[in-house]
């Protein structure tokens, strides 16, 4: 059976960090994703004739896997298997490899033999076989890879998380560059000047109709190499990664000039000091700030930005991540940016939030570059995206919504209230004098909740803030007036007490009509969806079953009232996230199979237990709920009994337990004790009320240990029968589980509280608007006064004069 990606990357994370020891992560994930490559290169193609990768005999996993144990097994990786795959192979070196012999940071002797072969060992599992496994299809290794770099870059803390760009701004860019809609083909070039571990110039990549040529650049040696493996991992493995610095000794060269690329994308090290180490600004062999000026030199922003523009061919598209600083800075920097606006070449800025980057908390931007058709562009499309996101640990992350609303409102160029504007440059340059702040042009912050100062004073409601739920009133046009209604002229006061705010407008016709349309809508999508869910099978690629399935309910969802596409899109991938790409990573190996298995843990002492059994696909409550609905209820009922006789013995303790209760007597409440009592009392009439608490008791632990027993046996029966019932599910039935028990009505029951909050949102609305200028000054300043003359009153009484 097929195991859970998910559970796949958190076994790995949790196994290799468990060996860690005082190692930095940022170190730790060169010996980690190395040995994910060797793994994974050796399972492909080994043995292979005419691979991509060439793993020469002696050089594999397996060969690895014989020197565990050994007291020199750090020397025979470094000479037995790093060597050889580095001569035999044009796309690596030694040096992209740490050195599985370094005393320094994997301990000595014994330590480092003990170390590195309990990561061998982690690397044997079964769950991690690669052979026949291409990283675009059933991509467990290059999603690994991504999974394993993440987590190292959240812990290698301030500084070291630089070599990874967040894979949902990775998403952004290679959307926002429009390469998925383009005529491609091998011939079309992508490039990434500081490439890191390559996972912004991957996305580009993955975006492309075809295959593409890629080529990146790392200044860093060891993160070049993660780089390189990255490649080959996700079925690049002819792409260029060169290692050095873009800037002052730039590798990819058309005879004496930079080489010119159809797409660059790039997150360089914001404002770096040390941009012209190796590099003579003024004296630039590729003219690369030729007709712009010369960045500062302690802020090299614009440098990488210029160094993307001489790279760009004459059509070609670009996207850098920048700090905001580069939108307003002055001096040089603004002379460039006056120079790069008038030439057309920035398309749009988009605004992120802050502390999405690792190594650094401060907000950036991505500046979207377009020569083509630059001479004719007459604005700057601007959109500020710095509010969508959601805490993730110490960051935060774009979510799916986010990635998804920047994305649209780009390619619909439209404007967006408080969130994008095509700016005319005419604004630019004659109003803001080149500053391009986002601020200065889209107003994205919240409009405060504003005090009526008259409303305060004379009472009511004020009629701004019933305008501004003209949404819900444009769904509901008689509620507001069976709500509220005109005490003066541009006030109101609600016409029901406060209390019933809620309950009125759950119970008023139009929102109960309104629900049911939702809840219609709804079926439409899910009897659409349903079909296409159950036409899957083996084989089936999940990446294109979540996207297939949420672009048609951001597209249903779309023009609905106060229904936002995004939210519900959201809810989506979240539940697609939490539970159903595993689900659809099992179905795509094993097909419609409902396999149940053995639930075994470890105890302390090393000795195993069986906790039962499960199924991933269709869990146990799915099948209970369609076929042993009847067997579930009595459990229930038996349950429900329990609770009762159990809270009635309670209380009886309680009651009895005091110094002249019945239970007085007792240094325990048990059955032992109270029947030794009954016997001691037998027959003395001044205990009788004793002796009936006593039998009281006694009858309900007789029932409660009855109930126990019978909902015990009703339980090991239906889960009996439950297990019994698997082998003989049809294919049709394991759909209807999955498909419609537990995918649909999942995603519907998310879908139901969305449209509870935003019913709960008005109620609430109301009920705070009522209730802040429910009292006026004058009902303040009348109890002030009865308070301070009450005072006056008991300070006479106890003899003060006041």
């Known amino acids: 059976m097929a195991i859970k990606k998910s559970e796949i990357y958190r076994s790995l994370w949790a196994s290799c960090d468990a060996l860690r020891g005082g190692m930095d992560a940022s170190q730790y ?275 990488y930005l210029l160094h993307i523009i001489r790279s760009l061919k004459s059509t070609g598209k670009g996207a850098c991540i920048l700090p905001h600083g580069v939108l307003f800075r002055g001096n040089a920097e603004a002379e460039i940016r006056r120079k790069l606006v008038r030439k057309g070449y920035i398309r749009a800025i988009i605004g992120l939030p802050a502390n999405l980057f690792y190594g650094t908390g401060i907000p950036a931007c991505i500046v979207v570059i377009d020569k083509e058709g630059a001479h004719a562009r007459k604005g700057i499309f601007m959109i500020d995206a710095s509010q969508g996101f959601i805490k993730d640990g110490p960051k935060n992350r774009l979510r799916s919504q986010d990635i998804h609303r920047i994305v649209d409102t780009f390619w619909k160029g439209k404007d967006v209230p408080g969130y994008a504007r095509m700016v005319p440059l005419e604004e630019i340059e004659k109003k803001n004098d080149f500053n391009l702040n986002l601020p200065r042009y889209i107003d994205s912050q919240k409009e405060e909740d504003r005090q009526d100062i008259e409303g305060h004073l004379r009472g009511g409601i004020p009629a701004a ?28 006061e609600l016409k029901i007490d406060k209390t019933d705010v809620r309950p009125t407008i759950f119970a008023h016709p139009e929102f109960v009509a309104f629900r049911e349309a939702m809840r219609a809508h709804y079926d439409q999508w899910r009897e659409r969806t349903a079909s296409y869910l159950m036409g899957l099978d083996a084989g089936c690629d999940p990446k294109q079953v979540i996207f297939d399935i949420s672009e048609d309910s951001l597209a249903h969802y779309t023009g609905k009232p106060l229904v936002d596409k995004y939210d519900i899109y959201q809810h989506l991938m979240d539940y697609w996230s939490e539970t159903m790409q595993d689900d659809c990573y099992l179905l795509a190996a094993d097909g419609w199979k409902a396999e149940t298995y053995r639930i075994i843990e470890e105890g302390k002492n090393g000795k195993q237990k069986d906790k039962g059994w499960a199924c991933d696909l269709v869990p146990k409550e799915y099948v209970v709920a369609r076929f042993f609905a009847d067997e579930q209820a009595k459990i229930d009922r038996m349950a429900r009994e329990l609770e009762i006789v159990e809270a009635e013995k309670t209380d009886l303790e309680e009651e009895q337990g005091g110094e002249d209760g019945a239970f007085a007597e007792l240094e325990k409440v048990n059955k032992g004790n109270v029947n030794a009592r009954l016997k001691e009392i037998k027959g003395d009439t001044d205990a009788a009320e004793e002796e009936a608490a006593l039998r009281n008791w006694l009858k309900l632990f007789n029932s409660e240990s009855d109930l126990k027993k019978r909902i015990k046996e009703a339980e090991v029966a239906l889960d009996k029968a439950a297990y019994d019932k698997y082998p003989e599910l049809t294919a049709d039935e394991i759909k209807a589980l999955a498909v419609d028990d537990k995918w649909l009505a999942s995603v519907q029951a998310m879908i139901e509280d969305e449209m509870d909050r935003i019913s709960h949102s008005l109620a609430e609305r109301v009920k705070v608007l009522a209730e802040r200028y429910e009292i006026t000054l004058p009902d303040i300043t009348a109890r002030v006064a009865n308070l301070e003359s009450k005072v006056d009153q008991h300070l006479e009484r106890m003899g003060f004069a006041w």
């Open 465 to 492: 803030d019933v305008d501004a739920l003209q949404p819900y009133w444009d769904v509901y046009p008689t509620m507001k007036q069976d709500l509220i209604g005109e005490c003066r002229p541009g006030y109101f």
């Open 29 to 303: 994930k060169d010996y980690v994703l190395s040995l994910l490559f060797i793994k994974y290169i050796s399972d492909k193609y080994a043995g292979e004739p005419y691979a991509p990768i060439t793993v020469p005999d002696g050089a594999s996993f397996a060969d690895m896997v014989a020197l565990k144990g050994k007291p020199d097994i750090g020397d025979q990786i470094n000479k037995k298997i790093i060597a050889p795959l580095a001569s035999e192979n044009q796309q690596l070196s030694q040096a992209d490899f740490p050195d599985f012999n370094d005393s320094v940071k994997l301990g000595d002797g014994k330590e480092k033999a003990d170390r590195l072969t309990n990561l061998i060992a982690i690397f044997e599992s079964p769950s991690l076989d690669f052979k026949g496994n291409r990283a675009d299809g059933d991509d467990i290794l290059g999603d690994a890879y991504e999974y394993l770099m993440r987590h190292f870059a959240t812990e290698s803390g301030k500084s070291k998380g630089q070599f990874y760009t967040p894979s949902e701004v990775s998403r952004v860019m290679s959307q926002l560059l429009g390469i998925k809609d383009a005529a491609t083909s091998s011939q079309t070039t992508v490039y990434d000047p500081t490439c890191g571990s390559g996972s912004l110039l991957l996305k580009v990549g993955d975006q492309a109709g075809t295959s593409v040529t890629l080529y990146g650049q790392e200044k860093d040696a060891a993160t070049s190499g993660l780089a390189r493996m990255n490649m080959i991992l996700h079925d690049y493995p002819t792409a260029e990664i060169r290692q050095g610095n873009s800037l002052a000794d730039p590798k990819f060269l058309d005879g004496e000039g930079l080489k010119t690329f159809d797409y660059v994308v790039a997150n360089p090290p914001f404002s770096d000091k040390r941009w012209t180490t190796g590099l003579d600004p003024a004296n630039d062999p590729y003219e690369r700030f030729k007709g712009y000026g010369t960045p500062p030199a302690k802020q090299g922003d614009y440098a």
